[in-house]
């Protein structure tokens, strides 16, 4: 084990452990929180400095209880433990919602001399505040009351609304002879039953692959039809609750629509640039996707002359098919090159060569079998430590994300992150594997960035609109042909040619418009549900999809019930767009050396390491010289 004065957080070996560790660790932990309160307010000889020190120690224990709370209930093979950990995560975002209604803790903070303060501690104390007035501190009795219950009711039904996710499994029955067209494997892996029938599920091991290759037209739709009714009709009025809770919450805390309040700490700064950067989005991308469709409906038309609209269901299928005829991507043949076990050994050996780090096999403890353990390591200091949980199961998160696990406190704990995904054992498409990388910049950020003082800025704590701008630069790695050549070979042991990494990236330019459309789909459906709360949610979201993108949804669907970043992104999904702007100009500084030394040591010192500790725009300041624009996503988006 490489030296470091720092361990790891111990994690249970055995079930009873385990329920152990779901119930009474996060019980323990706010007991510390309990007491550190009974100081700050008791103790009135405090200093400001020696105040908010005590309040960094509450933000530690709450964050050391939530990340494991959040964690084993997504992903913990055991349902008590799942349920433990839920109640458990419910409890800590209710003492959270709590003490920032808290008068007497307010008090602490409200007014104090700050001028012997150094410029953190200013920043510390100015958020601390911001939070007690975003909390409803200064409402009356009456109101403070309401909000309290508005904001535990929200983490109930946020929960319930993953809950209901992560169990909404669904299955279809087809014909065996109508899986042509779908790769060997799978078909190996899916034999027919006595009366030649063949079960399909919503998981993405039988997702992603009958979407991309299945040629029966019929096959797509149910599958992909059975998905966006996951959680249906369950999440319906779940759904509406929360809307409407929100929607009270803000009004009662001054706030003009929930994606105001939700916008307050974010670089976008408020609801009107949240539309306004939706409609600067669609103007930029509006011609060619109109231009993309033309094309992918005259060849869905070769196949089915009857078919008057492109669908979600239809849409990964005739792309293929024309990145196939036109530009010679064969998309059997690429995933011939991305075994999972290559894969995760090229993700670990690219991002460790890129951030100067080893991950190092760790045998440790964990939550099922499929875990592994890394500690990352740099000059034989250990950084963190990560653990990868890649492979789906029932009851398991069914998406893909990154998760929190220990948070990072300079000289007291070491950062741990978890992967949470559902990739397949056997190959892989080149879709999952710019996933894991986009995840694995998650993971990464979190451990390099989680060694700040304040608990509030450490790992990815920084603006959420943010967040998703290291990630999606990474992806682009996943594109490289020198870093794929490192890995990517087929089963006769040939790496990936480079004319066909070169023919991939030509095709990939091709339904790039599309697909930021179908991204615009779900960024106006995230927001206008929370801004204009309509009566008929499936109505209204089968509108938003259809005024964003050419590509229609299926009739009748209820995609939203099982659109889970409801939930922690609430109205603020167009982050993923806003942070790919940047992420587009961070890229630039790399010219065409991806692996450039100083560039890369430039890159972890001023964005990822400082976590939270700077505002966003300054970190992009730091590392461009200069502020960002969207010139480098528009070129992106023309192709170029």
Known sequence: MPDSPLEPLTLPRDLDGWRAFADERPRELLDRVTAIDLRLISETDLTLRERLSLWNEADIALAAAAAPSHLLSESHPDEGVRDAAEKQAQLIDAVQSRRLLDTSLWAVFSDG????????????????????????????????????????RDTALSLTFSRNIREGRREI???????AGLP???????????????????????????????GDRSVRHALVGAYNDLAWPENEAVLAELLAVRA??????????????????????????????????????????????????????????????????????????????????????????????????GVLSTTGRLLDVEYVPVDAPSWHDDVRTYDVVRAGERLGRIHLDLHPRDGKYNHAACFGLA???????????????????????????????????????????GHQK??????????????????????????????????????????????????????????????????????????????ERPADLREA????????????PLDGSHSYAGFGHLTGYGACYYTYQWSLVIARDLLSAFDDDLFDADTASRYRREILEPGGTRDARDLVRSFLGRESTFDAYRRWLAGE
């Open 113 to 152: 001399d700050d001028a012997a303060l150094d410029a953190g501690e200013q920043r510390f104390l100015a958020q601390v505040r911001r939070d007690f007035r975003r909390g409803g501190v200064d409402l009356s009795d009456a109101e403070r009351d309401r909000v309290r219950e508005l904001a535990e």
């Open 541 to 552: 979201v089968d509108g938003y999809y259809r005024a964003a993108s050419p590509v229609t």
């Open 184 to 214: 060997a494997d799978f078909i190996d892996a899916h034999p027919a039953d006595a009366e030649g029938m063949v079960t399909l599920t919503t998981e993405y091991t039988d997702l992603m692959p009958v979407r991309e290759y299945a």
């Open 248 to 345: 009270e919450r803000a009004a009662l805390l001054g706030y003009g629509d929930w994606a105001d309040y939700e916008t307050e700490t974010r670089m976008i700064g408020s609801s009107a640039a949240v539309a306004a950067f939706l409609e600067q989005v669609a103007a930029a991308v509006g011609p060619a996707a109109a231009a993309e469709y033309d094309r992918v409906l005259a060849r869905l038309q070769r196949d089915d002359p009857d078919a008057a609209a492109v669908t979600i269901a239809d849409f990964w299928y005739v792309l293929g098919a024309l990145k196939r005829e036109e530009y010679d991507v064969d998309a059997q043949l690429v995933r011939s090159y991305f075994r999972f076990d290559r894969v995760l050994d």
């Open 407 to 449: 948070p990072g406190i300079a000289g007291r704990a070491l950062p741990e992150s978890v992967l949470l995904c559902n990739f397949s054992r056997g190959l892989l498409e080149h879709d999952e594997v710019v996933t894991f990388f986009h995840e694995f910049g998650h993971l990464v950020h979190d451990i390099l960035g």
């Open 173 to 179: 029955r087809v014909p065996a002879s109508s899986l």
């Open 454 to 531: 304040w608990a509030r800025w450490t790992g990815v704590a920084t603006e959420w609109d943010f967040v998703e701008a290291p990630s999606q630069l990474l992806e682009e790695w996943a594109w490289d042909a020198g870093a794929l050549a490192s890995f990517a070979r087929n089963d006769d042991g040939e790496p990936i040619p480079a004319d066909l990494v070169a023919r991939m990236r030509t095709a990939d330019a091709f339904g790039r418009a599309l697909e930021v459309a179908r991204q615009l789909g779900h960024a106006t459906t995230s927001y206008r549900l929370h801004v």
